[in-house]
């Protein structure tokens, strides 16, 4: 694998998280019929896409590496957390991993999770007694299963969007409605007048609220929105001497190591590697961007393997060509 994306690859990692998420939702959703396998292998699928790009190979940064590179140049798209990308392109100056969208994320995400595991327990139940699951969940919705699937992938793309993921969940979203149909003519067939009332009672994805929970479910998410937006909006502060300092992509040369502290602290430029970054979006040759971010990456690590003592004539040296 090339330099520039020499924080990918990491292809066990990616063989970790899948069989991890994969397998924990394999405890709980049981596929047992061709068509549950059908269901859980296209949700599999999604995620070892996702998986593939967050730590093998950022195919979407590549290919949009162009257009990144020309409306936000202040962000390394090298750099591994750069792969949040709404974070980045919404211009958090926090840890991404502490973002409202990474934030928001987790919350689909285990809430998925939650829904999926309580979901298999009423159904397993509903199933040895051959009943209508109509209790926990499936009193809010018809297919508490799927929706929680909807949940988990939609929470990954908004962690980690890729065009491969934006393209495959649509596509999952409209699978999953109609497997939600075909089982609901083989329960109306098994329950007869039973299930017809408690499909005429109960929503298929998304639960009913009353007037007043209606209005605190919006209320709350107006004031999560607003303060994302806020989150995301504030300018850069200025540091007390002994704070730790934020910074990511090309910036992460003057805030992450002890050399950039101590020249942050003491009001010392850092511009030999802005400006490799800044001379990389002013060429639209891709074998010449590639070069340019070649060398912004050797001039970072030339500064860092250089000894502290010397680290300010490196950088002067630098500056003056």
């Given at each position: 694998?090339n ?24 405890s709980?959703a ?71 969208f990474?934030?928001?994320?987790a ?20 199933q ?22 909807i ?28 497997l ?14 039973e ?14 609220f ?13 004031l999560?929105l ?19 300092l ?12 002890m ?6 602290r ?20 891709p ?28 950088l ?6």
């Amino acid at each position: 694998m090339n330099d520039e994306f020499s924080d990918y690859g990491l292809w066990l990692l990616v063989v970790i998280n899948s069989l991890v998420f994969i397998l924990f939702a394999f405890s709980f959703a049981r596929p047992r019929t061709p068509r549950d396998w059908r269901s859980f292998g296209a949700f599999s699928a999604f995620l070892v896409a996702l998986f593939t790009e967050m730590y093998g190979f950022p195919l979407t940064i590549y290919l949009l590496s162009g257009w990144l590179s020309s409306r936000f140049p202040e962000v390394d798209w090298l750099a591994h957390d750069s792969g949040h990308l709404l974070e980045m392109m919404f211009g958090s100056k926090s840890n991404p991993h502490f973002g409202p969208f990474h934030v928001l994320s987790a919350i689909f995400i285990f809430g998925g999770f939650a829904l999926l595991a309580s979901a298999w327990r009423v159904l397993y139940r509903a199933q040895r007694g051959h009943t209508v699951a109509m209790t926990g969940p499936y009193a809010l919705v018809r297919h508490p299963q799927y929706a929680a699937f909807i949940s988990i992938m939609f929470g990954f793309l908004l962690q980690w969007p890729t065009l491969l993921t934006v393209v495959m969940f649509p596509i999952l979203m409209f699978m999953y409605v109609r497997l939600a149909k075909r089982e609901e003519g083989e329960a109306l067939a098994g329950f007869g007048e039973e299930y017809e009332r408690y499909r005429d009672d109960t929503p298929a994805f998304f639960p009913r609220f009353g007037a007043r929970r209606g209005l605190s479910a919006a209320i709350v998410f107006i004031l999560v929105l607003l303060a994302g937006i806020a989150f995301i909006s504030v300018p850069e502060q200025d540091l007390p001497a002994d704070a730790p300092l934020p910074g990511y992509g090309a910036d992460s040369v003057e805030a992450n190591t002890m050399m950039g502290a101590d020249m942050y602290r003491r009001g010392v430029p850092v511009d030999a590697p802005n400006a490799h970054r800044q001379r990389e979006t002013g060429t639209d040759d891709p074998a010449l961007r590639r070069e340019l971010i070649r060398a912004h990456r050797d001039e970072r690590s030339r500064i860092r393997e250089a000894p502290h003592g010397n680290n300010l004539k490196t950088l002067r040296d630098a500056d003056s060509g």
